[in-house]
């Protein structure tokens, strides 16, 4: 009996985005052809099927849940429709199933089955947050949340500042949006006045809105983004790659 | 006067791929709407443009380009059209533009002088790599080329292991396509048996082929991925996060 194969779906970033913004029309028309799938979230997986115009009556649909209380002796029953044959969709919460999320365990195990994994294109919040910031993206790490604890967050922000400039690497990360401004008021505490960040809020959301600025200029005036979805890029860029505003002098 | 919009619209990764398989229809829309390009390759461009079936005559179309000649002193006038008030579209040579290409350079400037950036949705094949892969999605890097002298890659595979297990991060990079397969024998060579490789081949075309193994596994069979563009993704477990297989016995 052939294998099944596992999709890895993206969905939207937050609600009011309409899928022809951000899923290629192949990606739609096959998440609207699945019966079976392995969800972060089943409420918001529904709402997205809708969304997809799928024919298939939604209790026709087998939907499990992978989130981070699933046991390790869960996963084998969530293989199971593969290896009898049938294609899975694997879906995230929001963006990118498999990144910043529970979902590679999965496919890790597909891998060791040999069954056919097929990740489709849709919407990062971490890629969309890197290109729109202009920072370097030769050379990038994603880090995920960054500690609560105010002296330990103190801490992994000079880390991560100096880790960017010893690497030549951006690095993003990510907070639980109620505590975004007092990561913000941290973040411009604690770097040097030329390190760059930019803050990016709502991607593909009507209100979207992405800037980079360095630590000094943001000190002026803080963006608000409480308690909306952000993502921050950090960049302590090489004396030798400065913008050429910083380097005019130099380079005389 | 009000200033352009600098939108950031992802191109597909190689021959032969259906837009609609690539490009979530309102990016589609938005690329045939544009009249003005900065782009990594012209002769791309046009191609991809043809694609989104745009009406405007390709004579018509503004072209610049901003490649690793481009030199700084050429970026003002790549902006000047956004202060005129137009928009512009950048483009990659493959993917997504701003990410291991020129154009962040532009991007930063367009911050500086306060004009709008939209990335939009599109492919990447370093996150679809990372998304196929399996291994950590909530830390990982990307790195860009290899050296290509022997023992500086050698030397820099083992710094990439080491880093991936004291970081416990997801370490991914590229080669020249016709250098893939003396780096797969060099990671072969110089891992760990039980580091994981995913080799990620020919993304989003028919060819498309994505395997992740143990460096052991991997000893028994190399992939053919020779002058195939390709995407490796490595990861050295912390022994506490071993697959349940690996584990068992110190688990019982």
Chains 1, 2 share one sequence.
Not at 64 to 88: F, I, K, M, N
Request: proline share 6%.
């Amino acid at each position: 009996m052939s294998l099944g194969t596992l999709y890895l779906i993206p969905t939207t970033l937050g609600e009011g985005c309409d899928l022809s913004a951000i899923l290629p029309e192949q990606a739609r028309r096959l998440a609207a052809s699945l019966r079976t799938f392995v969800t972060e979230h089943p409420k918001t997986a529904r709402q997205f099927l809708k969304q997809t115009g799928t024919a298939i009556a939604l209790q026709e649909i087998r939907m499990s849940t992978l989130d981070e209380h699933t046991r390790p002796d869960e996963l084998a029953s969530l293989l199971q429709p593969l290896l009898d044959g049938e294609d899975v969709g694997l879906l995230s919460e929001a963006g990118c199933p498999a990144v910043a999320d529970p979902g590679a365990t999965l496919v890790r195990l597909a891998h060791a089955r040999n069954i056919r994994v097929v990740p489709l294109v849709g919407p990062s919040s971490i890629l969309l947050a890197l290109m729109g910031s202009g920072l370097n993206g030769q050379s990038f790490a994603f880090l995920g949340y960054l500690p609560a604890e105010k002296s330990a967050r103190i801490n992994k922000i000079q880390e991560i500042e100096q880790h960017s400039l010893r690497l030549n690497q951006t690095q993003i990360f990510i907070e639980t949006p109620y505590r975004n401004q007092q990561l913000l008021q941290d973040l411009v505490a604690t770097c040097a006045s030329d390190t760059e960040l930019c803050v990016a809020t709502d991607l593909t959301l009507a209100s979207e809105d992405i800037r980079t600025k360095s630590i000094a200029e943001w000190k002026r005036k803080l963006p608000d983004c409480d308690k909306h979805p952000t993502v921050f890029v950090l960049y302590r860029r090489p004396v030798d790659k400065m913008p050429r505003q910083a380097t005019a002098r130099q380079r005389k």
